[in-house]
């Protein structure tokens, strides 16, 4: 039997790993979706399954007993409402960082120093990335879960003691590539390693997240990947490098959305820069109420709204989908603008909408939204700020110069739902605000949106 | 080892290229899906984990590898399930409520 499975074993890797594959092959479209969910799970489960017949496995009991700890933490972790996605992803990349480190470490003071250079060498990547990646996704959740101040907290010199942290970790882990016998050093090169991951995050805001959470994903799956290499299991070298890729992806689409490179968001401490005093005068936006708001969309035959963090933060979903059936009914059209950066995370509006039951549809990505706006009755702007600003199109001394917008201004009459005239995470004033086609709804955008659909509905009565 | 590390660069390098092509394929729609099912994926190294914590040798490694099983099943059942409930969401018009 247990020959019978030292010969299969490889053989279920590959099946497992074709399974994941084939998974993220099918998640490219909705309705093949959730297929690829079913046959990566199914694929996982046969690898976890054969893996328990190994004969070097002395006893279940720990096994049991993580599995048991595991399971009655990840259920809860995975019914979590959608709003909080952006923390829960954090978390997970925290403790998938955590385990790569953890078995790293055991195989250190298993193997040295009678381990070979190559394996050694994959060990120090995978528990450097396992260990930054570890605190940095600790802090991103602290920010996300606003444990933490989400503000980056910056200070004279940082990047200079950050990659000097950085530098001195590395160091360490060539010192234990070369000598894997001095054992004294691995302790202090996984504490360099957990302290550059809190340094990273510190200087880094809210609205960077989309970009922090991609880059600690792919580092998450590199660190998996360098565990393949240390255990010499190929099913590992393949989940991680999937993962990998997939984490660099998203954040180089993160990064294009916001014209900005890694280096600037990793080091640029952005959201710090306060707006220069732009200009001394003082210019007035024009407020309405939400039942003139009514009024408006009421006679308008093309809608387009563009949500932001603001309405993952007042949980305004669930209104905007009454709103959305109330305007539908009226025959007119809706759709819905997703900048790439909107919310805290890749793709966080297009979850939270399609929870409140919006139509996958109606979900209209940058470019498409784009050619919409001129077209548009109105623009109703709920709890976006920075990625609605023209003067990311037109003012060359603008922070956000150059980075890729929702030209609401375009459409013939953009409404704001906002709390107040603040500005937004970047401390950049919004010249939209003061031009003559926009109109200001202060509040809360539930409330707002709730007043806006009790004021149609009442009229629908008449 | 020369061979084996030969064949895992390999795979490291042509695993990496298919993944940029699979997921640069993914409708942006789905990127929180992406991240979970990913992320769930990647807990596969839960069957590295299995062999530390099921070895014994050491008290040491046992107690690491123990961790690392939790935290892996963590990311197992809790990243498969919650992609799953993600994408019962995503409804067209017209199909239902």
């Known amino acids: 039997m247990s020959l019978m499975i030292g010969r299969a074993l490889p053989l279920i890797y590959l099946a497992a790993a074709a399974s994941f594959i084939l998974a993220l092959k099918w998640l490219s479209a909705v309705p093949t979706a959730r297929r690829g969910v079913v046959v990566g799970a199914g694929g996982m489960l046969l690898a976890v399954g054969a893996t328990l017949l190994e004969p070097t496995i002395a006893t279940y009991r720990w096994i049991a007993v993580a599995f048991a700890v595991g399971t009655a933490i990840g259920i809860p972790m995975a019914m979590m409402p959608m709003t909080a996605v952006p923390q829960r992803t954090a978390l997970s990349h925290a403790f998938g960082a955590l385990a790569a480190a953890l078995v790293g470490t055991a195989e250190y003071y298993l193997r040295a120093p009678a381990i070979g250079r190559f394996a050694m060498g994959a060990l120090a990547l995978e528990v450097l990335l396992g260990s930054l990646t570890v605190t940095a996704s600790l802090m991103a959740f602290g920010k996300l879960q606003e444990l933490l101040p989400t503000r980056p907290v910056v200070w004279r010199g940082q990047n200079v003691l950050n990659l000097s942290i950085f530098g001195l970790a590395a160091a360490a882990g060539v010192v234990l590539v070369l000598h894997p016998e001095a054992a004294w050093l691995f302790p202090p090169f996984i504490g360099l390693a957990l302290l550059f991951g809190v340094l990273l995050i510190l200087p880094i805001g809210g609205a960077d997240m989309p970009t922090v959470i991609s880059l600690l994903n792919a580092y998450a799956g590199l660190s998996a990947a360098a565990m393949g290499f240390v255990l010499d299991n190929k099913l590992l070298i393949i989940a991680g490098s999937l993962d990998g890729s997939s984490g660099l992806i998203l954040s180089i689409i993160m990064c294009k959305a916001m014209n900005r490179s890694f280096a600037n968001v990793l080091f640029g401490g952005f959201g710090q820069i306060q707006a220069q005093a732009a200009g001394a005068e003082t210019r007035v936006a024009r407020s309405a109420a939400p039942e003139d708001a009514a009024e408006i969309l009421r006679s308008a035959s093309r809608v387009v709204v563009v949500p932001g963090y603001g309405m993952a933060v007042a949980q305004a979903q669930h209104k905007v989908r009454e709103l959305y059936d109330i305007l539908t009914k009226a025959g007119v059209t809706v759709t819905f603008a997703i900048h790439p950066v909107a919310g805290r995370m890749p793709g966080h509006m297009n979850v939270l909408l399609a929870e409140a039951n919006i139509p996958y549809d109606k979900l209209v990505e940058m470019d498409d939204a784009n050619a919409e706006f001129p077209q548009a009755d109105v623009a109703l702007v709920l709890g976006a700020n920075d990625v609605t600003n023209p003067a990311a199109r037109s003012d060359k001394g603008s922070p956000i110069y150059g980075m890729p917008i929702l030209d609401v201004d375009k459409s013939r009459t953009v409404l704001v739902v906002k709390r107040s005239m603040s500005p937004g995470f970047a401390g950049i004033d919004n010249p939209l605000y003061y031009l003559d086609n926009t109109l200001m709804i202060f509040g809360d955008a539930k409330a707002v949106v709730g007043e806006i659909v009790k004021a149609l509905a009442a009229e629908g009565t008449h | ?97």
Not at chain 2, 11 to 34: M, Y
């Open chain 2, 1 to 97: 080892m020369i061979a084996d590390l030969e064949t895992g660069l390999y795979v490291f390098v042509l695993a990496t290229f298919l993944g940029l092509e699979i997921i640069r394929r993914v409708s942006p729609l789905l990127h929180t899906p992406l991240m979970s099912l990913t992320n769930a994926i990647s807990a596969i190294t839960v069957v590295g984990a299995i062999i530390v914590a099921g070895e014994q040798k050491t008290t040491l490694s046992t107690v690491l590898g123990t961790v690392a099983v939790a935290c892996s099943t963590i990311n197992l059942v809790g990243g498969y399930l919650i992609t799953w409930r993600m994408l019962r969401m995503f409804r067209k018009s017209g199909k239902g409520t």
